[in-house]
């Protein structure tokens, strides 16, 4: 490493290994031809040269859509309509809860009180006739007739499309691959 630094130049002997075999010529004098792929062929004259890089297709599979399964449709319709009927106790809760919270039943018990004007001194409690356990009790039995609704339906209208799919074909699809 001095030596290269200093200036002086050392001349040493580089040793390289041997050229692979099919690179030698054979004894016919000839350099040996070896196949290449076809993307590596040098194209003859011609054929024309095309600098754009090649169109990527798009696969497509045309697919029809000619059964359903009923019973399948039946559980998925009936976990979605139970969720659906968990998040509407859960919003009617959250929704009564902050309407409390923000004086409106105070709020209507004054204007009721004022309007009607009850001559026995007794105020006007509209929590009697809405409160949260009553309103809340009626969305239940909401939420549990539509979670019973939604599965009859769903499971009623597998039926119906394997019928008219069975009549009339069904519905076609085409699928892309996507990049």
């Known amino acids: 490493m001095s030596e290269r630094h200093s200036g002086a130049s050392a001349h040493k002997d580089v040793v390289l290994p041997p050229p692979p075999e099919e690179l030698l010529p054979s004894e016919t004098g000839r350099m040996p031809r070896t196949e290449r792929p076809k993307s590596e062929r040098v194209r003859p004259v011609s054929e024309p040269f095309d600098e754009r890089p090649a169109a990527h297709t798009?696969?497509?599979a045309r697919l029809r859509l000619v059964q359903v399964e009923p019973?399948?449709?039946?559980?998925?319709?009936?976990?979605?309509?139970?969720?659906?009927?968990?998040?509407?106790?859960?919003?009617v809760g959250i929704v009564w809860g902050v309407l409390g919270a923000a004086g409106l039943w105070d709020s209507v018990n004054t204007i009721v009180q004022d309007s009607i004007g009850d001559s026995t001194g007794t105020p006007?409690?509209?929590q009697k006739y809405l409160g949260?356990?009553?309103?809340?009790?009626?969305?239940?039995?909401v939420a549990v007739a539509d979670v019973v609704l939604i599965t009859a339906i769903a499971t009623l209208g597998a039926f119906l499309y394997n019928l008219a799919a069975g009549l009339l074909g069904g519905i076609e699809v085409t699928f892309a691959e996507d990049n």
């Open 71 to 91: 019973w399948s449709i039946m559980k998925t319709a009936f976990l979605l309509s139970v969720a659906l009927g968990i998040v509407t106790v859960v919003a």
């Open 132 to 141: 949260t356990s009553r309103v809340l009790g009626f969305t239940m039995i």
């Open 124 to 126: 006007f409690e509209i």
């Open 58 to 60: 798009v696969r497509r």
